[in-house]
Nanobody, 123 residues
Framework: QLQLVESGGGLVQPGGSLRLSCTAS????????IGWFRQAPGKEREGVSC????????YYSASLKGGFKISRDNAKNTVFLEMNSLKPEDTGVYYC????????????????WGQGTQVTVSS
């Protein structure tokens, strides 16, 4: 069974940076794409970015104003989300999941969710 574990969240000041990691274990050959999602308090979960593990194609949410970059290290079964120029509105729980990566980054296309990591952007 595929398991995903997120790490790297924390408290950061506005304008700061964080790098989140999503490490897979279990049947890692069974997945092809990893997506990052976030859920702010009182809001629905939204897709942030995803990457196709087989060819490295990446997609980002149109609502992002830049400053986010997704990458992967297949040898370590890990996908990273580098976040720069963070704003208070980036606060939320960030989740990674395995599934089908398309331009819509829809949560319904993903399963095997991690437990999430909290990101708080505040001064």
């Amino acid at each position: 069974q595929l398991q995903l574990v997120e790490s790297g969240g924390g408290l950061v000041q506005p304008g700061g940076s964080l790098r989140l990691s999503c490490t897979a274990s279990g049947f890692t050959r069974a997945y092809y794409s990893i997506g990052w999602f976030r859920q702010a308090p009182g809001k629905e979960r939204e897709g942030v970015s995803c990457i196709r593990t087989n060819d490295g194609t990446t997609y980002y949410s149109a609502s992002l104003k830049g400053g986010f970059k997704i990458s992967r290290d297949n040898a370590k079964n890990t996908v990273f989300l580098e976040m720069n120029s963070l704003k208070p509105e980036d606060t939320g729980v960030y989740y990674c999941a395995a599934g089908r990566c398309t331009t819509t980054i829809a949560s319904t296309d993903f399963g095997s969710w991690g437990q999430g990591t909290q990101v708080t952007v505040s001064s």
